[in-house]
């Protein structure tokens, strides 16, 4: 068990690729602080990291509030005291044409893809940086690597963003041990992308099936990518094999940006 006594902070932990690397984790011992909003979610996933004998904790908490992610971080230390692991994994996309791009869109997109990795970071690394140890790890997306478009300004743009964060931090860290890496999925089958294709057809006035041909051929392997696949790589870059791998932002989409 690599997490035995390790205490990791999930943002985005109720769905998809989070909940994939959270369940990762349970099975590798780790004790949680699981956040995202939807409180059920949660709830049934520290129910299982219990039952496993792991400590776990839910946080329900809107990223994008900067004053929520201070108390939920406040929350995970007095749970679990050390926190030696922060996933960042929580994001949101919305499909919209940039002639008529919405500025609420614009904006809740970088609070919840970017602003929230910011807040999460700088709440937990000044004490990794005193102990010499800990691991921060950035679901960002082939979207910080190349445009996907079209109608994805805000999605790319805050997933480039993500990509100047975490090379910036790793380097910051890295004198200290501490270890800032991104894994960047393609195609990934979660609820976030089934969302997408739906607004995608509707906006190019296509079935949802001939979308999700569009989607798939997009990636050389023409098929989505589980959330399970992108574990074992996160996993890797949480524990104490890691070494010197820093400032990675490494991809897991089957050749879709080979970069
Ligand atoms: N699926 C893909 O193809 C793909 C590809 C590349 C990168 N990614 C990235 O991977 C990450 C996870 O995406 P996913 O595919 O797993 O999507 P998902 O299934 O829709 O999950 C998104 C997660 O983010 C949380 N979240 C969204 N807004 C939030 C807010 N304001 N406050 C707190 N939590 C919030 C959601 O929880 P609640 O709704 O419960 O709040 C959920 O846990 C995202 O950063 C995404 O951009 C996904």
Known sequence: MR??????????????????????????????????????????????????????????????????????VDLARKELKVIHGLVNSAGVLDNEGIANHSEEVWHRTFAVNVHSYFY???????????????????????????????????????????????????????????????????????????????????DFGKSVEETRKIFIDKMPTKRFIAPEEVVPLALFLLSDDVGAVMGQTISVDGAFAPL
């Open 3 to 72: 997490f035995t006594d390790k205490n990791v902070i999930v943002t985005g932990a109720s769905k998809g690729i989070g909940r994939a690397i959270v369940k990762g984790l349970i099975a590798e011992g780790a004790n949680l602080a699981l956040i995202a909003r939807t409180k059920s979610a949660l709830e049934e996933l520290v129910a299982e990291a219990k039952s496993k004998g792991c400590r776990a904790v839910a946080i329900p908490t809107d990223v994008a509030d900067r004053d929520q992610v201070k108390r939920a």
């Open 120 to 202: 999460t970071t700088r709440a937990v690394i000044g004490e990794m940086f005193e102990r010499r140890q800990g691991r921060i790890l950035n679901i960002i997306s082939t979207s910080g690597k190349v445009a996907i478009g079209p109608n994805r300004a805000a999605y790319v743009a805050s997933k480039h963003a993500l990509m100047g964060f975490t090379r910036e931090i790793a380097v910051e860290a890295a004198p200290h041990n501490v270890n800032v890496n991104a894994i960047c999925p393609g195609f990934v089958l979660t609820e976030m992308v089934e969302d997408s294709m739906r607004k995608f057809a509707k």
